[in-house]
């Protein structure tokens, strides 16, 4: 049963630390197994992917055969129906769509006319995604990760999907197709990120690696950051919902649901100034629980990391959500964008009652890769940003060197760097 909370509850601030803490320590020995798996890559290359592959995903592989084939994607976009293939295709338009908007270009101004200086903005050479695979295989990802990439201009992406046993997921593959990603091995776990990050006989290296993964994947990712660039470290999903008694209980206690089914340690929260509202999305949650398929799933994440929140007005409401920085905020209230200029801190913000967070995570446009866990106070979602770098531009003439150099030398010296002063102050010399 979803727990009821108040902010003046004695026990709250210990109740509310469980739910913030949930997930933040790996299980003994991860960092020590993955680890071992980095370095067996390195050294064995092809041979360790494939060892483990069998180990962990029961499927043979060999060089010839772990990269997906044409015919196999022909194959799976032949397999799914024209509505799903449409929808997928709707989906990727508008998500290349709202980046495109993201889109910065190479620029260049001059400083008193003698200074040139500009930022030079190019896309990176090679990315890597992964998508998770089997059943729980999730083609939203692929086009969250991928369009981007290719709006950007990345050259090559390359995506890595486990398959267990050798299931394929047919969305998954069409979804890759849709999105122009540009090849696919059938590889996944601490491994595929090892492989990505340092190159393998037949998987090439990358220069960053984005997309979502289990305990494993993600500490891959932060073990391999410096070789290559990461996304971000994502921790478990969450969703703050904040509402002034408005809107339908049933609506709303879905979407909490919807963050419930992800995993055990999801954490879906209401905070709502209205205790009768309350007590009805209370009562819905257990109702739409029982109807759930995935209600093993998400029981446990209701009972340990659930919670209804009752406060005195908006205000405080909104003063909590700052200080947690969700990664999913609704607005279910009468009028979200009287509230929105105070909102500081979200991963994404879902304006009133019809515009439930399951819209951003398939089709609205923006990303769902979403900073969690508090790190909405520093991290975006992912953009067209994270597929690019830039470079700074300076060229100083003659009379932008005289102008500019006496300050030069100056600082040069004020830290002791002799030879950085003396190569201007050479140019300098009549």
Partial sequence: MIQTLRFSDPGFAEAFRKIEERGETAPAGVVETVQAIIADVRTRGDQAVFDYTVRFDRLELTAATVEVQTEEIDQALATISAESRAALELAAKRIADY??????????????ADVLLGQMVRPLDRVGIYVPGGKAAYPSSVLMNAVPAKVAGVAEVIMVVPMPGGEVNPFVLAAARI???????????????????YGTESIPKVDKITGPGNIYVATAKQLVFGKVDIDMIAGPSEILIINDGSGVPAHLAA????????????????????????????????????????????????????????AQDLNEAIDFSNRIAPEHLELAVDNPFEILPRIRHAGAIFMGHHTPEAAGDYLAGPNHTLPT??????????????????????????????????????????????????????????
């Fill in 255 to 310: 979407d909490l649901l919807g963050q419930a089914e992800h995993d055990e340690l999801a954490s879906s929260i209401l905070i709502t100034t209205d205790e009768d509202f309350a007590r009805q999305v209370a009562d819905e949650v257990e109702k739409q629980l029982r109807q759930l398929s995935r209600e093993a799933i998400a029981r446990p994440s209701i009972d340990r990391y659930g919670a209804i929140i009752l």
């Fill in 179 to 197: 999105a122009g990603v540009d090849r696919i091995f059938k590889i996944g776990g601490a491994q595929a990120v090892a492989a990505l990050a």
């Fill in 99 to 112: 980046h495109r908007k993201q889109k910065q270009e190479t620029w260049i101004s001059t400083d008193e």
């Fill in 373 to 430: 866990g508090g790190t909405a106070r520093f991290f975006s979602p992912l953009s067209l940003d994270d597929f690019v770098k830039k470079s700074s531009i300076v060229s100083f003439s003659p009379a932008g060197l005289a102008r500019l150099g006496k300050e030069i030398v100056h600082i040069a010296e004020l830290e002791g760097l002799q030879a950085h002063a003396r190569s201007v102050s050479l140019r300098l010399e009549k």
